[in-house]
DNA sequence: TTTTTTACCGACCAAGTGGTCGGTGGGGTG
DNA sequence: CACCCCACCGACCACTTGGTCGGTAAAAAA
């Protein structure tokens, strides 16, 4: 009964060791081998548990990468009263993440669509779904600005969304280069500013 | 004394050959055999003119990376009247060229950097050092616009010019994705709504 | 107890990888 | 003419890659 539990488990310390060494060295250039060795198993428990590299890969998507995503950058902004208030703080959070952290290598999501960029569509495809996904939800917090009045009615709540994930993958792949510290700062300081632009002003009193 | 000329073209036709071949599979997905072959050369050709694969593509960042950077986003920004329409035209201009060109890989600058972040410091070195001559062109241009009167004089250029370079690496990372118009079009848009904030207004007349 | 299932082992394979090295042939120089 | 220089050739090397396959041991099922 507990083989399943034990299969699982394996299989969840490859995915994790696995996600690690592809985010360091890219997926290319991280062998099988190496999170073999680093995992102390062999080739001969890999291939049990997953058919390819690829095959594992999207298993690593599935389970792993759509969480972080999810975790990081969809939810916190859905449970929110003013939408742009938790989208700066939804974005400093995780920015706030990445500069404490010294083994930081950029953003997970457009680290690999870049990797895998008309390389491998399959992956292409499943790592474009969860963009797909944060952008919908953008586009629906804003939409619901408009209507509680946070937002300004002719404002194209695509194109916001567009612009913002668009400043997000940059300053995360600004960020990998070092002054985290500044760079965010600039970075939110000017999100601000361009809120100030499309956000509706005089709302209370 | 031909020779010379011969030398210099053969190592063009490899570094041409290698950056579009890199550009597309990336450095360490792309093997020098990849681009000896399509270009019917031989390994022995070249290790005569380059000593290592790493050299090789140092040399193609002095010779080919910096000058199409320069051409796309230094040149066009520094010759200008108004500041903020040079920047809209020039960063326009770019995405039209990604827009139109089906074997659109991304941004050179950014994919290199993400590709060789923390594992080889000292391309990284040579590709930041790309970066900050356009950082420092935008923080120029931008203190002159505050002489020129066309931006307030209290906005951080600094932050101002970090904005910018981080929406236009993560619009030309999404635009890999496709729906290039689409992305295009709302990039600019609120690309110009946010020039808006900061654009010193009742200029002129 | 016997049998079956299954997680895991590790030697092995073909196809590459970056890099080396002894050549070769044609043009320039003496 | 003889000589040498040098762009270029391609077989070769040690090593790594993703993937295979026959085996083993222990737990579950019979």
């Known amino acids: 009964m507990d083989k399943n539990l034990k299969r699982m488990a394996t299989m969840h310390r490859m995915q994790v060791k696995g996600l690690e060494l592809f ?27 997953f058919q390819s590299k690829e095959d594992f890969f999207i298993s690593i998507i599935q389970n792993l990468i759509v969480q972080k995503v999810y975790a990081m950058l969809i939810e916190p902004v859905e449970k929110c009263d003013n939408p742009f208030r938790a989208i700066e703080s939804c974005f400093d959070n995780a920015l706030e993440t990445a500069e404490h952290n010294n083994m930081d290598y950029g953003f997970i999501l457009s680290n ?10 399959e992956i292409t495809t499943y790592l474009r779904d969860i963009y797909k996904v944060w952008e919908v939800n953008l586009v629906t917090t804003l939409q619901r600005a408009k209507t509680d009045g946070y937002l300004e009615r002719h404002i194209d709540s695509e194109a916001v969304a567009t612009y913002l994930i668009s400043s997000y993958i940059g300053i995360r792949t600004l960020m990998v280069e070092g002054n985290c510290k500044a760079l965010r700062y600039r970075y939110m300081q000017q999100l601000k500013a361009y809120f100030k632009t499309i956000e509706r002003s005089s709302l209370v009193s």
């Open 112 to 121: 690999f669509m870049t990797e895998f960029n008309k390389r491998n569509t």
């Open 23 to 49: 985010y360091q060295n890219g997926y290319y250039n991280t062998s099988v081998d190496d999170i073999l060795k680093s995992l102390s198993l062999s080739k001969g428990a890999f291939y049990h548990h």
